[in-house]
T-cell receptor, first 111, second 114 residues
Framework: GQSLEQPSEVTAVEGAIVQINCTYQ??????LSWYQQHDGGAPTFLSY????GLEETGRFSSFLSRSDSYGYLLLQELQMKDSASYFC????????????FGTGTRLTVIP | DSGVTQTPKHLITATGQRVTLRCSPR?????VYWYQQSLDQGLQFLIQ???????AKGNILERFSAQQFPDLHSELNLSSLELGDSALYFC?????????????FGPGTRLLVL
C-alpha cells in the first residue's frame, strides 16, 4: 500500500530553523512535493524534489533521499506568518496513479 | 490569487440532495484535480482530468462523478449527499499531467450537508 508519515505538530521560535520530516511508501515514485496551507486557505505549492538532494527556494529548502524513502522541508529564519500546516505529497506511479498527501504537520511559530 | 476559480464558495444543502461544484483552471493548464478536505484532515485526492480525459482516480465515491469539458473547466457532481460529505472541496490545476510539479489550488467550495 501507500503511506506518508509526518509529525502532526511542531512548535518553533521566531527566527529559528525547523525541519519537517516525511517518510513515504509507494509502489512507484515520481517525486516528493510540499505544500503550505494557512487556516481557512487553499494549499500553495512550496517545492518539488524528483532527484536526491537539496532544493533551495529562499528561506525554504527541501531534501529528498529516494533510497531512504524520506524527505524533509527546512524552514529558516522563521516568521510568524509561517504558522500553517505543511503537507508532503507523492504520486504512486504504479496501479491507479493516485496522488497521496500526508496528514499534514501543523507548525506553530512562537515569539 | 492562483488563477483557479471555484464556484460556489459556500453551499448548504440537505441529505439526499445533489450538488455540482464548478472549477475553472488557470489559463493554459490542461490538468484539473479534485480534492476533499474534511475538518482537520489532510487532502484526499478524488480524481484528475487531463485535457478532457480521466487521468487518475483516487478515493472517489461512486455517488460522486466529475468531468472536464472542451473548454477545460471541470465539474464535480455529488449526489445522494450524506452528512459525512460535509467538507471543503478544492480544485487544482497544472500544466502537465504528473501532478507533482506545481499545482495551483482554487479557494475551495465549502459544502455543508444538513
Amino acid at each position: 500500500g501507500q503511506s506518508l508519515e509526518q509529525p502532526s505538530e511542531v512548535t518553533a521560535v521566531e527566527g529559528a530553523i525547523v525541519q519537517i520530516n516525511c517518510t513515504y511508501q509507494t509502489s512507484g515514485f515520481y517525486g516528493l512535493s510540499w505544500y503550505q496551507q494557512h487556516d481557512g486557505g487553499a494549499p500553495t505549492f512550496l517545492s518539488y524534489n524528483a532527484l536526491d538532494g537539496l532544493e533551495e527556494t529562499g528561506r525554504f529548502s527541501s531534501f529528498l533521499s529516494r533510497s531512504d524513502s524520506y524527505g524533509y522541508l527546512l524552514l529558516q529564519e522563521l516568521q510568524m506568518k509561517d504558522s500553517a500546516s505543511y503537507f508532503c505529497a507523492v504520486r504512486d506511479t504504479a496501479g491507479a496513479n493516485n496522488l497521496f498527501f500526508g496528514t499534514g504537520t501543523r507548525l506553530t511559530v512562537i515569539p | 490569487d492562483s488563477g483557479v476559480t471555484q464556484t460556489p464558495k459556500h453551499l448548504i444543502t440537505a441529505t439526499g440532495q445533489r450538488v455540482t461544484l464548478r472549477c475553472s483552471p488557470r489559463s493554459g493548464d490542461l490538468s484539473v484535480y479534485w480534492y476533499q478536505q474534511s475538518l482537520d484532515q489532510g487532502l484526499q485526492f478524488l480524481i484528475q482530468y487531463y485535457n478532457g480525459e480521466e487521468r487518475a482516480k483516487g478515493n472517489i465515491l461512486e455517488r460522486f462523478s466529475a468531468q472536464q469539458f472542451p473548454d477545460l473547466h471541470s465539474e464535480l457532481n455529488l449526489s445522494s449527499l450524506e452528512l459525512g460529505d460535509s467538507a471543503l472541496y478544492f480544485c487544482a490545476s497544472s500544466v502537465g499531467h504528473r501532478g507533482l510539479e506545481t499545482q495551483y489550488f482554487g479557494p475551495g467550495t465549502r459544502l455543508l450537508v444538513l
